[in-house]
């Protein structure tokens, strides 16, 4: 069937929105994260969002919202995916409404064309289109020596199916061919990335030949580009997709598609260098792990971590190379707002190597022995820097940006001392560099948003009148003019009447999801079961 068509510029309207909120089977999408069950009206299951044995996650249909009363997460369809699978809310809606039949197209800008959804999700069918044909390569008789490494690699099929591993062919322009014979133009094929236009002549050739390939996944399932090892003869070593609308270098994180549910039950991600150092971690349990795809870890990569815990333990090379790699990647960390620790390996051992040799045992140690981030950056700018003053000065400098940026008082204070008593510096001097640093912290919670609050108890009247008016919202104007409102005692409970009044008057309904967003935390479990 024709897809409806919405033309929108800027901002998305609400009405284009809830046409796709409305249009999509909230139970069936959750469905497909945790395993629900009917309760009346409702469905239950385990959280997702925490770890627990009693099932305390309810999705109401009629409403189109979930809450679990054990974490207080609640939110819409929308909520949902953007927070189990880290995605945008712009990725999101645009994905559900492909799958509401509703196509968005975005107006000209000044700034120029933004990608329409149609095209995006052209630009998706062909790398899916790719990455199936790779994979085809890989199981056929083609496959065999790169199946021969996967299997040297101790890879196994379980492990090579979930990340979707391909091989490449050493054939000039076999994906050329692929994309005509589907229906592609090879303009698009050289848009993403996966064939080149010949310098001498006419023509193109494939990006990809006679290598193992790695597609990029990310969460919701969607591939934006790929990675490949040559497995023998000349060329570099690796080669990653090039810049494309959909792949933007230092932006995503490769296994993050099969490690994010692991991460936020975790509480914690672990950043390797290699792809099939995260591929290896997995499959020895490790399902939290995740790489930088090809460069050094970034800000807008940290934020993608941050998406899901605000924990990551660095795990590079045993190396120089790799030490190096992991003072940036825990510098960045710091700066982005993660508690970040360095888990060291032997010299000349990966993670990689050291599970296969030595096994999950001896991974779990190390990970446990980890140091804190900056722990771990004084020692060893300590150890490479002189006892000169000048040596001291350098030292101080690179410390105490990330001092200042802990939101952590006390760990700013403890590490401004620890810093004073191992450099032999006087303390006031490490203070002012802190205070004086050129990254700036960021802001501490008013003290007073911490203090307990004198809380009138929630009244079960209140509750109901609360319950009624979001059942039947044409009846807040008379509300309104009644000041039931004035019948409220519990102040949080007024405040979430308040939201509820306005956005009846701006919309003519209640949203229930948004409000319980922006209801108080001790009052949302009461209203979530008030209004189920």
Request: hydrophobic fraction near 40%.
């Given at each position: 069937?024709k897809?409806a068509?919405?033309?929108?510029?800027?901002?998305?309207?609400?009405?284009?929105?809830?046409?796709?909120?409305?249009?999509?089977?909230?139970?069936?999408?959750?469905?497909?994260?945790?395993e629900?069950?009917?309760?009346?009206?409702?469905?239950?299951?385990?959280?997702?969002?925490?770890?627990?044995?009693?099932?305390?996650?309810?999705?109401?249909?009629?409403?189109?919202?979930?809450?679990?009363?054990?974490?207080?997460?609640?939110?819409?369809?929308?909520?949902?995916?953007?927070?189990?699978?880290?995605?945008?809310?712009?990725?999101?809606?645009?994905?559900?409404?492909?799958?509401?039949?509703i196509e968005?197209?975005?107006?000209?800008?000044?700034?120029?064309?933004?990608?329409?959804?149609?095209?995006?999700?052209?630009s998706?069918?062909?790398n899916?289109?790719?990455?199936?044909?790779y994979?085809?390569?890989?199981?056929?008789?083609?496959?065999?020596?790169?199946?021969?490494?996967i299997?040297?690699?101790?890879?196994?099929?379980?492990?090579?199916e979930?990340?979707?591993?391909?091989?490449?062919?050493?054939?000039?322009?076999t994906?050329?061919?692929?994309?005509?014979?589907?229906?592609?133009?090879?303009a698009?094929?050289?848009?993403?990335?996966?064939?080149?236009?010949?310098?001498?002549?006419?023509?193109?050739?494939?990006?990809f030949?006679?290598r193992?390939?790695?597609?990029?996944?990310?969460?919701?399932?969607?591939?934006?580009?790929?990675?490949?090892?040559l497995?023998?003869?000349?060329?570099?070593?690796?080669?990653?997709?090039?810049?494309?609308?959909?792949y933007?270098?230092?932006?995503?994180?490769?296994?993050?598609?099969?490690?994010?549910?692991?991460?936020r039950?975790?509480?914690?991600?672990i950043?390797?260098?290699?792809?099939?150092?995260?591929?290896?971690?997995?499959?020895f349990?490790?399902?939290?792990?995740?790489?930088?795809?090809?460069?050094?870890?970034?800000?807008?990569?940290?934020?993608?971590?941050?998406?899901?815990?605000?924990?990551?333990?660095?795990?590079f090379?045993?190396?120089?190379?790799?030490?190096?790699a992991a003072?940036k990647a825990?510098?960045?960390?710091?700066?982005?707002?993660?508690?970040?620790?360095?888990?060291?390996?032997?010299?000349?051992?990966?993670?990689?190597?050291?599970?296969?040799?030595?096994?999950?045992?001896?991974?779990?140690t190390?990970?446990?022995?980890?140091?804190?981030?900056?722990?771990?950056?004084?020692?060893?700018?300590?150890?490479?820097?002189?006892?000169?003053?000048?040596?001291k000065?350098?030292?101080?400098?690179?410390?105490?940006?990330?001092?200042?940026s802990?939101?952590?008082?006390?760990?700013?204070?403890?590490?401004?001392?620890?810093?004073?008593?191992?450099?032999?510096?006087d303390?006031?001097?490490?203070?002012?560099?802190?205070?004086?640093?050129?990254?700036?912290?960021?802001?501490?919670?008013?003290?007073?948003?911490?203090?307990?609050?004198?809380?009138?108890?929630?009244?079960?009247?209140?509750?109901?009148?609360?319950?009624?008016l979001?059942?039947n919202p044409?009846?807040?104007?008379?509300?309104?003019?009644?000041?039931?409102?004035?019948l409220?005692t519990?102040?949080?409970?007024r405040?979430?009447?308040?939201?509820?009044?306005?956005?009846?008057?701006?919309?003519?309904?209640?949203?229930?999801?948004?409000?319980?967003?922006?209801?108080?935390?001790?009052?949302?479990?009461?209203?979530?079961?008030?209004?189920?």
């Amino acid at each position: 069937p024709k897809k409806a068509e919405r033309i929108v510029s800027g901002r998305i309207p609400d009405d284009v929105k809830n046409d796709i909120r409305d249009q999509t089977d909230i139970v069936q999408i959750i469905g497909q994260h945790v395993e629900l069950k009917r309760s009346g009206t409702s469905f239950k299951g385990l959280c997702p969002f925490h770890d627990e044995k009693t099932a305390s996650f309810n999705v109401v249909p009629d409403r189109q919202f979930f809450h679990c009363f054990g974490c207080q997460e609640s939110g819409d369809v929308f909520t949902f995916l953007m927070k189990i699978e880290g995605r945008t809310f712009p990725e999101v809606l645009e994905d559900l409404a492909d799958r509401a039949g509703i196509e968005i197209k975005r107006e000209k800008f000044k700034g120029g064309d933004v990608m329409r959804r149609s095209d995006r999700q052209e630009s998706l069918d062909l790398n899916s289109e790719v990455a199936s044909f790779y994979r085809r390569c890989l199981m056929d008789r083609i496959g065999d020596k790169a199946r021969e490494y996967i299997v040297s690699r101790g890879i196994n099929d379980e492990t090579s199916e979930r990340f979707m591993l391909g091989f490449a062919p050493a054939s000039g322009d076999t994906i050329v061919r692929l994309a005509e014979k589907k229906g592609f133009s090879v303009a698009l094929a050289e848009k993403l990335g996966v064939i080149g236009r010949r310098r001498h002549g006419e023509g193109y050739y494939d990006r990809f030949w006679n290598r193992l390939i790695f597609p990029l996944i990310v969460p919701g399932g969607d591939i934006v580009g790929f990675g490949g090892r040559l497995l023998s003869g000349d060329g570099p070593k690796y080669v990653n997709t090039p810049e494309t609308p959909l792949y933007r270098k230092g932006t995503t994180l490769y296994g993050l598609h099969a490690a994010s549910k692991a991460i936020r039950q975790r509480d914690q991600a672990i950043v390797v260098e290699g792809n099939i150092d995260v591929i290896q971690l997995h499959q020895f349990g490790f399902t939290n792990a995740i790489a930088p795809m090809g460069t050094a870890l970034t800000d807008r990569q940290v934020g993608l971590i941050r998406r899901f815990s605000g924990r990551a333990t660095v795990l590079f090379d045993g190396d120089d190379a790799g030490r190096a790699a992991a003072r940036k990647a825990v510098q960045v960390m710091i700066a982005g707002g993660i508690d970040g620790k360095v888990a060291a390996l032997p010299t000349g051992v990966d993670p990689d190597s050291l599970l296969v040799e030595q096994g999950e045992e001896a991974m779990r140690t190390i990970l446990d022995r980890g140091v804190e981030g900056l722990d771990y950056l004084m020692a060893d700018l300590q150890a490479s820097h002189d006892n000169t003053v000048l040596g001291k000065v350098k030292v101080v400098d690179k410390i105490a940006p990330l001092i200042g940026s802990l939101d952590d008082s006390v760990a700013r204070d403890l590490y401004v001392d620890r810093l004073s008593m191992a450099l032999e510096v006087d303390r006031g001097s490490i203070v002012r560099a802190v205070r004086g640093s050129t990254q700036p912290r960021r802001s501490e919670p008013d003290r007073q948003s911490r203090e307990k609050r004198e809380v009138t108890p929630l009244e079960n009247d209140g509750l109901a009148i609360l319950a009624i008016l979001i059942e039947n919202p044409t009846l807040f104007p008379r509300a309104e003019q009644g000041n039931i409102k004035s019948l409220l005692t519990n102040a949080d409970l007024r405040a979430t009447y308040s939201a509820a009044a306005e956005m009846q008057a701006a919309t003519g309904q209640v949203e229930t999801a948004r409000l319980l967003q922006v209801t108080a935390p001790e009052i949302r479990d009461a209203v979530a079961e008030a209004i189920m």
